[in-house]
């Protein structure tokens, strides 16, 4: 959310309009042209500070907006993932999808799809997980 500061001065500048466009109101045709032409510059000045704190808040807002989508996700990818022989899967229903790397999601809260290799050797077939990103095996 935008600090309080922020939208403390958007109001502050959208008052200030508002009080020199109801001077001017007020006053009628009694102000001189060159109080009207000052009056009028400093109410285009005042929403002019108002429209730029306005367009800093709805940054601000969409900044907040994509963090709390991120942050949804990673609990919804958390919560679908189940750990199991040094692996992760991830489950969605009947679906299971997976390997992933332990070590690459543990450190850096990544989901990295592990290969399988094997090799045949003459005491039976090896087979195991590879990590291309962090190069750790596990067995399979």
């Known amino acids: 959310m935008p600090d309080i500061g922020t939208i403390a001065a958007a109001l502050s500048s959208l008052k200030s309009a508002t009080d020199i466009a109801k001077f001017i109101s007020d006053s009628g045709v009694s102000l001189e042209k060159a109080e ?24 601000l807002l969409i900044e907040k907006d994509e963090e709390i989508r991120a942050l949804k996700a990673k609990v919804d990818l ?42 045949t050797r003459e005491n039976g077939t090896f087979r195991w997980y590879s990590c291309k990103a962090c190069d750790k095996n596990y067995d399979a």
């Open 36 to 59: 009207v032409k000052l009056k009028f510059a400093e109410l285009v000045g005042a929403l002019a500070d108002a429209k730029i704190e306005i367009a800093e808040i709805q940054g």
């Open 78 to 119: 958390t919560g679908n993932l189940v750990f199991e022989n040094r692996c992760y899967w991830k489950e969605e229903g009947e679906k299971r999808d997976g390997p992933f790397c332990q070590r690459c999601y543990d450190v850096e809260s990544r989901l990295v799809r592990l290969q399988l290799g094997k090799r």
